[in-house]
């Protein structure tokens, strides 16, 4: 009997160009359904760990990248009961730690990575929303409790990350404020956020928007120097949060706030097995928030597909993107 295959991109070393090949599509392991995946979201660390620079994601070449997906339930295995074929489903279901990621016609997936697909959202708009959502909600919810009536403050509001965390933020009956490149004000301002240009020097916006209390809660998803102004603008026993606290800062001025610090690492359950099934968890309640109108992804207007792949990786690394960029595999 021919084995059934599928088409797929491959990386067969650091830098290289994507190649396109033919090969067998994935077996079923235990726990897992076959996703026929329809679109693949491309993330800043996609083209780190392409490039070679992302020992963490531990995703050795030749390898198939892409963390989110979203597509269609092909078949589950005899020990699934939460999905069945022709379920559209999204979620981060691989391109780290050594599993098939989503840059292939099909993928062999952890049914705890997964959620149903907001009915609301095509695939592309869902494709897009994984990773950055899950970040924001262990940041958020998971590390700092977010709820009503605190004052957030986003740091980068309107990046990947950032425009998911003010929205959840937002949904959680938050006041939100959002720093970021005054162009992208009134897409903050949109969304409900009071957006902060980032050339305001920390200590005024402090003094302006909060009597210069601080913000009860921080989340940092720049690092570098934007992480040691978070420890300037969280307020006596506030929370500061970051997804990128990699580095060497100065924590005397959260100390003297007696303030707490949480760090994510949200690859931790694909390269560990460990608390798989909280993401699946985390990707349900995001279908609920935009289901709802409370959660839309920003996306980037161009389109790109299995040929030109390396050009949506270039336009993150360059800097060109105005949101997030996603690579359509079924056209």
Same mark, same amino acid.
């Given at each position: 009997?021919?084995?059934?295959?599928?088409?797929?991109?491959?990386l067969?070393?650091?830098?290289?160009?994507?190649?396109?090949?033919?090969?067998?599509?994935?077996?079923?392991g235990?726990?897992?359904?076959?996703?026929?995946?329809?679109?693949?979201?491309?993330?800043?660390?996609?083209?780190?760990?392409?490039?070679?620079?992302?020992?963490h994601?531990?995703?050795?070449?030749?390898?198939?990248l892409?963390?989110?997906?979203?597509?269609?339930?092909?078949?589950?295995?005899?020990?699934?009961?939460?999905?069945?074929?022709?379920?559209?489903?999204?979620?981060?279901?691989? +391109?780290?730690?050594? $599993? %098939?990621?989503s /840059? @292939?016609?099909? #993928?062999? =997936?952890? &049914?705890?990575?997964? !959620?149903?697909?907001?009915?609301?959202?095509?695939?592309?708009?869902?494709a897009?929303?994984?990773?950055?959502?899950?970040?924001?909600?262990?940041?958020?919810?998971?590390?700092?409790?977010?709820s009503?009536?605190?004052?957030?403050?986003?740091?980068?509001?309107?990046?990947?990350? +950032?425009?998911?965390? $003010? %929205?959840?933020? /937002? @949904?959680?009956? #938050?006041? =939100?404020? &959002?720093?970021?490149h !005054?162009?992208?004000?009134?897409?903050?301002?949109?969304?409900?956020?009071?957006?902060?240009?980032?050339?305001?020097?920390v200590?005024?916006y402090?003094?302006?928007?909060?009597?210069?209390?601080?913000?009860?809660?921080?989340?940092?998803?720049?690092?570098?120097?934007?992480?040691?102004?978070?420890?300037?603008?969280?307020?006596?026993?506030?929370?500061?949060?970051?997804?990128?606290?990699?580095?060497?800062?100065?924590?005397?001025?959260?100390?003297?706030?007696?303030?707490?610090?949480?760090?994510?690492?949200?690859?931790?359950?694909?390269?560990?097995?460990?608390?798989?099934?909280?993401?699946?968890?985390?990707?349900?309640?995001?279908?609920?928030?935009?289901?709802?109108?409370?959660?839309?992804?920003?996306?980037?207007?161009?389109?790109?597909?299995?040929?030109?792949?390396?050009?949506?990786?270039?336009?993150?690394?360059?800097?060109?993107?105005?949101?997030?960029?996603?690579?359509?595999?079924?056209?």
């Amino acid at each position: 009997m021919t084995k059934a295959t599928m088409k797929a991109l491959v990386l067969d070393e650091a830098n290289a160009p994507f190649r396109p090949v033919t090969t067998d599509r994935p077996q079923l392991g235990k726990g897992q359904v076959l996703v026929r995946v329809h679109a693949s979201g491309v993330n800043p660390l996609d083209t780190k760990i392409r490039a070679g620079q992302a020992a963490h994601a531990r995703h050795s070449f030749p390898g198939i990248l892409g963390m989110d997906l979203a597509g269609v339930v092909e078949a589950v295995g005899a020990d699934v009961a939460t999905f069945e074929p022709g379920d559209e489903v999204w979620g981060m279901t691989g +391109g780290v730690g050594d $599993v %098939q990621g989503s /840059l @292939a016609e099909y #993928a062999a =997936v952890d &049914a705890d990575l997964l !959620a149903r697909k907001p009915a609301n959202l095509t695939m592309r708009e869902a494709a897009a929303l994984p990773l950055v959502t899950i970040t924001a909600w262990e940041g958020l919810v998971d590390r700092a409790k977010v709820s009503a009536g605190q004052r957030v403050l986003v740091l980068g509001g309107a990046g990947g990350v +950032g425009h998911v965390a $003010v %929205q959840i933020a /937002l @949904a959680r009956g #938050a006041e =939100v404020f &959002a720093v970021d490149h !005054a162009s992208r004000a009134d897409y903050l301002a949109s969304l409900g956020a009071v957006p902060v240009d980032r050339d305001e020097p920390v200590a005024d916006y402090v003094e302006r928007l909060t009597g210069g209390q601080g913000f009860d809660l921080v989340y940092d998803t720049v690092g570098g120097p934007v992480l040691d102004t978070a420890f300037v603008a969280v307020k006596r026993f506030g929370h500061v949060v970051s997804c990128l606290g990699w580095g060497t800062h100065a924590l005397a001025p959260l100390s003297f706030r007696a303030a707490t610090y949480s760090g994510v690492f949200t690859l931790l359950p694909l390269l560990t097995g460990e608390g798989r099934a909280h993401h699946g968890e985390i990707m349900a309640e995001a279908t609920r928030l935009a289901e709802a109108g409370k959660l839309t992804p920003r996306l980037d207007p161009r389109r790109f597909s299995f040929s030109d792949a390396a050009d949506a990786h270039a336009a993150i690394t360059d800097r060109s993107s105005e949101g997030k960029l996603v690579i359509d595999i079924l056209t």
